[in-house]
DNA sequence: AATTATTATTGTAATATTGCAATATATAAA
DNA sequence: TTTATATATTGCAATATTACAATAATAATT
């Protein structure tokens, strides 16, 4: 036990389970919005800018990478970080269908 | 170590993270969809619809409910649960901004 | 080549999550 | 009141996540 049962899922469920699992944490809501601020790719400056270690912002980094919400590309000595907007779109399409979908059947069961 | 560091961020960060985790485990992204598909509110009949025993499923009905995505109201000898749409705008609109300030400025950093 | 700067990896401790059996609670029906 | 039905809680084992120190890897600069 312990394991969550991936293979039962459809794969967008588990697609989507990805995307929100990887903004669930605040310090990847702070590195992204922090990506968004200085409106391109940072590299360490987030070490600077969040009160964690270089190895944990390394270790969000590459949590929201895999999840596919940020990309990285080699620049001078450093890497530069900016955000993917495709996955994030598809995550805010799936929350639109559903409230949109409750809008339109306007259901007031509970 | 090991305990995320909530108090440094801000509240709307923790707010947006915690939406989002509560949406990152393909269970409860399940859970979502089955409660849209039957269009309303549904007691143990996800149980049955997915691969979990019954304590499971009310683990992740209650951090769902927690985190404000569903909500239930007590119905006959059952309890009737259903998308709160409100959370759900929130984590949408908030996905929203980043995809919009992207593309304004049609930024090709990386 | 040695130094510096930036990012990644490894190992590990603390904590959190996932899942379930067993049990408890609550309400409806008999 | 007993029985059945639906949901919640507790306790626990397995697994995953979070965070960091130490170290490695990489690339630019001197």
């Known amino acids: 036990m312990g394991a969550t049962k991936t293979e039962f899922y459809t794969d967008e469920q588990n697609k989507l389970a990805i995307l929100a699992k990887a903004?669930?944490?605040?310090?990847?809501?702070?590195?992204?919005?922090?990506?968004?601020?200085?409106?391109?790719?940072?590299?360490?400056?987030i070490v600077n800018e969040l009160p964690l270690a270089q190895p944990t912002i390394s270790q969000h980094l590459r949590e929201l990478k895999n999840a596919g919400i940020i990309k990285g590309s080699i620049e001078k000595n450093a890497i530069c970080y900016c955000i993917d907007e495709k996955s994030l779109e598809v995550l805010q399409e799936y929350l639109g269908s559903i409230t949109s979908k409750i809008k339109d059947k306007n259901s007031k069961f509970c």
Chains 1, 2 share one sequence.
Do not use: F
């Open 23 to 45: 903004i669930g944490h605040p310090a990847r809501v702070a590195i992204i919005d922090y990506l968004l601020k200085v409106n391109a790719c940072i590299c360490d400056d």
